[in-house]
């Protein structure tokens, strides 16, 4: 249990900067480790977790000519375009997907009672809302962090917050996000398998942890 526990925090880590900023060098030497990681898990449970796998090995073998300073600025047009400065109307929050069930203010006061209550101090290099879809992911790695570094009650707890904020939140508008991201994409764009790999981590880890 403590592998895996480690295993998702790593993922969470890092799912949470591909939506965070716009990428860099080192962000694509960490996409082609974690293409690996994807590949193996994907084999395991398959679904959307192999479908992305699938397509960011494609994505990344038409680019292996390609430094990696190079390809980061290509995937830095992409994420501006479709999440920044593009007319694709993909909005990274929580509210505007759940506008005509919740109300703005519910929704935020609930995220911000989970991160107080986890002690989850949001970074703010970039301002976004605290109930953006990176965000929501930065809160799932600090506390799978945090689970990984408890044991016995304390670890049952945080888990169970963990569990709790999933089916409060990030699980009631990923699908939609994620459809978004991939009527907008192809396959030769990375936020393509990203969309498909964050989804099916995040079901993936609330079957997980809820079994």
């Known amino acids: 249990m403590t592998e895996y526990l480690r295993g998702r925090q790593k993922i969470y880590e890092y799912l949470y900067m591909a939506y965070y900023k716009v990428p860099d060098a080192d962000f694509i030497k960490a ?9 193996m898990l994907g084999a ?3 679904g959307e977790i192999d479908n992305g796998a699938g397509l960011l090995a494609a994505f990344l073998k038409e680019n292996a000519h390609i430094f990696d300073e190079e390809l980061a600025g290509r995937l ?4 501006t375009k479709l999440f920044i400065k593009g007319n694709s109307d993909i909005c990274k929050s929580e509210r505007h997907w759940r506008c005509m069930e919740k109300t703005a203010e519910d929704i935020i006061v609930s995220v911000s009672n989970y991160f107080a209550d986890a002690n989850a101090v ?4 970039i301002n976004l809302p605290i ?5 929501e992911l930065f809160y799932l790695y600090h506390t799978s962090k ?10 049952y707890k945080i888990l169970e917050e963990q569990l709790n904020f999933i089916n409060d939140h990030i699980l009631c508008w990923t699908d939609k996000f994620t459809g978004a991201v991939i009527e907008k994409t192809d396959s030769a764009n990375f ?8 989804n099916g981590f995040i079901k993936y880890d609330f079957n997980t942890l809820s079994g």
């Open 31 to 39: 996409t082609k480790e974690f293409s690996n990681i994807f590949t």
């Open 44 to 46: 395991e449970i398959g």
């Open 76 to 79: 830095n047009f992409a994420f």
């Open 122 to 125: 949001k970074p703010t290099e």
């Open 131 to 135: 109930d953006s879809y990176s965000m």
């Open 146 to 155: 945090a689970a990984a570094e408890n044991e016995g009650e304390a670890r």
């Open 191 to 198: 936020y393509h398998p990203l969309a498909y790999l964050s």
